[in-house]
């Protein structure tokens, strides 16, 4: 695609009318890097298999938040087949829950099989939409709270999780307290929310896996890896991913930036994997891996 291809294209403007003020050349590099045909497919194992037990997925909202008040999202519920309320199932929180219940990587799915196969244990899901109202992201615009909760560095976004909605998701179910069963997971903002998140807060999640995540200059992201190479270890285990065609804007370079991450990760022992494909800023990667990622995530917790 050259430039002036992507300039007259509808994904173009739409992204023009989403982040207003954004730099035409960085608009650009956001359609080559969204766009990118990309040489992965969703993990299909689980298709046509009729006898895996099929988890149930409840929709809800959450309203009346103290965190960040005047803030509401909806969220979504999975719990497996599996699950007897007589001992309590591990936990995985996603961020932008919606993109995770999408066909890039149908997670839904995925869960029901690796738990029926034993490769992970019986978890119960939590897919988490971003606030609906707040600035937007730095510089570029919008009107939703994403950018303040997934973007920003300190213990905020946890103590929402641990205080606000986790007690209303989980209600009537019984998840482990134990860190060591308790994982969270996102894409791009939501890969950087989850690795701060597990970093504030490794007594509620040891398990991170990051799509895509953003540790670059909007809101402190790029600080994650400087933090990590100073402080002591956390009993943390962490997956990323990232693409040679993921975002490479004025906030940075995506893949430079995971590559960064993952060498402090490395300077400090963690176990850690760091996975860079052929893609984009997407989760079609992530989607066609996410058996291996979860296989390794929860290779300490067999079911």
């Given amino acids: 695609m050259t430039d002036e291809e992507a300039a007259a294209s509808p994904i173009a403007a739409l992204l023009k009318l989403q982040l207003p003020g954004l730099p035409p050349h960085d608009c650009l590099r956001f359609v080559k890097s969204l766009a990118r045909p ?24 959450h309203v009346g938040s103290e965190v960040y008040p005047g803030v509401e999202r909806d969220y979504w519920t999975y719990v497996p087949q599996q699950y007897d309320a007589a001992r309590p199932a591990c936990l995985m929180v996603f961020q932008d829950g919606a993109r995770y219940l999408g066909p890039e990587i149908n997670t839904v799915q995925v869960l029901d099989a690796l738990i029926h196969r ?17 600035p937007g992201l730095p510089l570029f615009g ?16 946890a103590r929402f999780l641990e205080l606000e909605l986790l007690p209303q998701a989980l209600e009537g179910h019984r998840v482990s307290a134990n860190p060591d069963q308790r994982a969270i997971l996102g894409l791009s903002s939501g890969g950087m929310c989850a690795l701060n998140a597990a970093w504030e807060r490794p007594d509620m999640f040891s398990k991170v896996v990051s799509h895509c995540g953003s540790f670059v200059d909007i809101r402190g992201g790029h600080e994650m890896a400087g933090k990590i190479r100073r402080a002591d270890p956390k009993r943390l285990r962490v997956f990323l991913q990232s693409g040679r065609f993921d975002l490479d804007i004025s906030f940075g370079n995506w893949e430079l930036a995971n590559r960064t991450v993952a060498a402090a990760l490395a300077y400090r022992g963690y176990e850690h994997q760091l996975v860079i494909g052929e893609g984009g ?3 079609k990667h992530g989607g066609a891996i996410i058996d291996q990622t979860l296989a390794w995530l929860w290779m300490d917790n067999p079911a």
């Fill in 38 to 61: 990309e040489p992965y497919t969703p993990w299909e194992e689980w298709r046509g298999q009729h006898t895996i037990p099929a988890g149930s997925v409840t929709a809800a909202r």
């Fill in 118 to 134: 034993g490769t992970i244990p019986v978890t119960i899901a939590v897919f988490v939409q971003p606030g609906e109202t707040g």
């Fill in 142 to 157: 919008g009107a939703d709270n994403r950018s303040v909760e997934y973007d920003s560095l300190g213990d905020a976004y």
């Fill in 281 to 283: 800023h997407s989760l």
